[in-house]
């Protein structure tokens, strides 16, 4: 029952359908052409797109193609989002549940964009039907789910009561046997405030079915028989076909003869409305009953029945001359060269700009470069005579040289790609004159970038060497340097305790972090007096590793803990041997951490020691 259900809710979504839907079909098309406001008369071509999948799939499609067109034409957010819904729809009906899917999911996003909640619920509300109907039950409960979510806050909250209706009737067990009268109460409130005799009528057929499933079989049915003759009387035949053959499946078990008179009933309303959907299961069900009777008879009669109905539809479909999947793939195809078109103009542009900012970026990186090695060269001159200082100097100006090489090294691929990129484009005699201009300067650009980073590239610099990440067992690390400064400690008579309590894995590169332990565990040694113990500890904090390293030093002034981490930093002082100092252990190890994303930091105590921690994110998984 699920597709005759769909046609119903399908029907009652737009406000603005009354009892007389075929009247409004002929006024509507009357109207077009005295309609002058263009976005007036994309909503009535929406409208009858609407309106019209129930009698003709392929005029609704008609209509709703020319709204698009037009609201296109126009960036008429709305008609766009409506046409949107009703393609949804018509790819609904005709059993295409994929592109139904995607259009309803375009309809809502548009909806969206405009900040229509009410019609946002509708889309969802679809949505949800058509995952129920291709069968992914899961997530059609939660699609569900949301529709309610979103719909509780709506002002205008008449959607909702469509939205309570068909989540009942589909997935009744969902909810408590307790809860399900007052969530019918509910959709009842809500239908009755905006007086919407259809959903109330549907909404009293679930009532009926929600008696006769708890023991109250009289209730029900007599409600279920008020229902369908106040169905027909106000002319609601899809929906009266519901409930008439609701009837007829109730008593089908045990009262055939009524059965098949409500069947009967049925078939007769489907043929007189010429609702082929309805022929079509009110026949399967009379074929179904005679055959289990053995009245081979009637039963021929009603497979004759279905086969021309098949045969009918076969010739509807072949002479209706459209072809829904192409449409759908054309769709999709002119969509896809609208994005690829802004995607190139943009690429272009973009291309320009980086050629234009890696130019300064470069030209402004080359001159401080330069500057820095006269200001270099002069301090070397005003301070030859100290060897330390001349050495630091010299680190310095290497770490702004290798600065300049890594934006350099790291520039050349994307630039050269540009070039490379902008060569092939340029060939291409499809391109208007304005793109090959941009083009040819892309490509000027680019060029004139490489020449000057392969000059950078080709000057001597040390090179940086890059992280190289691996699997590190952090204890089997802190044990490795602890045992080859063990001996460097014992010279000073000191004694390295170790000790690990973090049973799990990190990524990293192992010779750095290696570098980084080196550095602390070294100066721990250096500011400890001789025969102090220095203690390297390692433990799992949550999603974290963390190692400690104590010393019963020194300690480090308040007034230089700011600059510790600074590279060259004036805080420097020599360790309790007199061991010199460069200023840039913590520094590098600073870097390191970071670039693994990881902390460092130190907690210190004046003339008592200071520990040093480092955390790092654990191995997922571990």
């Known amino acids: 029952m699920r597709k005759p259900a769909l046609l119903?809710?399908?029907?009652?979504?737009?406000?603005?359908?009354?009892?007389?839907?075929?009247?409004?079909?002929?006024?509507?098309?009357?109207?077009?052409?005295?309609?002058?406001?263009?976005?007036?008369?994309?909503?009535?071509?929406?409208?009858?797109?609407?309106?019209?999948?129930?009698?003709?799939?392929?005029?609704?499609?008609?209509?709703?193609?020319?709204?698009?067109?037009?609201?296109?034409?126009?960036?008429?957010?709305?008609?766009?989002?409506?046409?949107?819904?009703n393609l949804g729809i018509v790819y609904d009906m005709?059993?295409?549940?994929?592109?139904?899917?995607?259009?309803?999911?375009?309809?809502?996003?548009?909806?969206?964009?405009?900040?229509?909640?009410?019609?946002?619920?509708?889309?969802?509300?679809?949505?949800?039907?058509?995952?129920?109907?291709?069968?992914?039950?899961?997530?059609?409960?939660?699609?569900?789910?949301?529709?309610?979510?979103?719909?509780a806050g709506l002002q205008r909250d008449s959607i909702m009561s469509l939205v309570w209706y068909n989540y009942l009737s589909i997935y009744p067990d969902d909810f408590p046997k307790d809860s399900i009268s007052a969530y019918i109460d509910k959709a009842t409130r809500i239908a009755a405030k905006y007086h919407d005799k259809r959903v109330l009528l549907a909404i009293e057929q679930l009532t009926a079915d929600n008696y006769i499933k708890n023991n109250q079989r009289d209730k029900g049915v007599a409600l279920l028989q008020h229902a369908a003759t106040e169905s027909v009387n106000n002319n609601l035949y899809y929906l009266s076909l519901d409930i008439i053959i609701d009837l007829g499946d109730l008593y089908a078990p045990t009262d055939s003869a009524k059965a098949v008179s409500y069947y009967k009933q049925a078939l007769y309303i489907a043929e007189l409305k010429e609702y082929r959907v309805y022929i079509e299961l009110v026949s399967k069900r009379l074929y179904s009953f005679y055959s289990s009777k053995n009245d081979i008879a009637k039963a021929f009669l009603y497979s004759q029945k279905l086969i021309a109905l098949h045969d009918e539809e076969a010739k509807l479909d072949n002479s209706s001359g459209v072809d829904y999947i192409e449409y759908a793939l054309k769709d999709q195809q002119l969509e896809s060269e609208k994005l690829q078109s802004k995607f190139e103009l943009r690429f272009l542009i973009l291309a320009v700009a980086v050629c234009v900012l890696a130019i300064v970026l470069l030209i402004v990186l080359w001159r401080n470069w330069k500057q820095l090695r006269k200001t270099s060269g002069a301090l070397r001159m005003q301070f030859e005579q100290s060897e330390s200082?001349?050495?630091?100097?010299?680190?310095?100006?290497?770490?702004?040289?290798?600065?300049?090489?890594?934006?350099?090294?790291?520039?050349?691929?994307?630039?050269?790609?540009?070039?490379?990129?902008?060569?092939?484009?340029q060939p291409d005699e499809t391109l208007s004159e304005e793109n090959k201009e941009l083009i040819n300067l892309v490509k000027v650009s680019s060029k004139n970038s490489l020449d000057l980073i392969n000059e950078l590239l080709e000057t001597d610099f040390d090179q940086q060497q890059n992280i190289k990440m691996e699997e590190i067992n952090p204890c089997e690390l802190l044990e490795q340097c602890v045992n080859l400064l063990s001996f460097r400690a014992k010279d000073k008579g000191q004694q390295l305790v170790l000790i690990n309590n973090a049973p799990a894995k990190i990524m990293g590169d192992q010779e750095k972090l290696w570098r980084v332990v080196n550095n602390l565990i070294v100066n721990a040694i250096k500011f400890s007096p001789a025969g102090a113990e220095i203690h390297i500890e390692c433990r799992k904090l949550d999603d974290k590793i963390v190692v400690a390293v104590r010393?019963?030093?020194?300690?480090?002034?308040?007034?230089?803990?700011?600059?510790?981490?600074?590279?060259?930093?004036?805080?420097?002082?020599?360790?309790?041997?007199?061991?010199?100092?460069?200023?840039?252990?913590?520094?590098?190890?600073?870097?390191?951490?970071?670039?693994?994303?990881?902390?460092?930091?130190?907690?210190?105590?004046?003339?008592?020691?200071?520990?040093?921690?480092?955390?790092?994110?654990?191995?997922n998984g571990h």
């Open 94 to 151: 005709k059993g295409n549940m994929q592109l139904a899917l995607r259009y309803y999911n375009d309809a809502f996003n548009r909806y969206q964009a405009i900040h229509d909640p009410p019609n946002m619920v509708q889309a969802i509300m679809n949505i949800a039907m058509v995952y129920q109907e291709i069968g992914k039950n899961d997530k059609s409960k939660k699609t569900f789910k949301n529709a309610v979510a979103m719909g």
């Open 389 to 425: 200082t001349m050495e630091a100097l010299e680190l310095m100006n290497n770490n702004y040289a290798r600065l300049i090489k890594i934006v350099a090294h790291d520039l050349r691929n994307p630039v050269s790609a540009i070039n490379s990129i902008s060569n092939m484009l």
């Open 551 to 619: 010393d019963a030093g020194i300690g480090i002034p308040a007034e230089i803990q700011s600059k510790i981490f600074d590279p060259f930093t004036t805080s420097r002082r020599k360790g309790t041997d007199g061991e010199q100092p460069f200023g840039l252990g913590l520094y590098i190890s600073k870097q390191i951490i970071e670039a693994h994303k990881g902390s460092i930091w130190f907690e210190s105590d004046p003339d008592k020691g200071t520990t040093f921690f480092v955390e790092l994110p654990v191995l």
């Open 8 to 85: 119903f809710s399908l029907l009652v979504l737009w406000t603005a359908v009354c009892y007389g839907q075929i009247n409004n079909i002929r006024s509507l098309k009357k109207s077009l052409p005295l309609i002058k406001d263009s976005l007036h008369y994309v909503d009535a071509l929406n409208r009858l797109g609407l309106l019209l999948y129930e009698e003709n799939v392929d005029s609704a499609l008609y209509f709703t193609e020319q709204a698009r067109t037009i609201s296109n034409r126009l960036l008429y957010a709305k008609g766009q989002a409506d046409a949107a819904n």
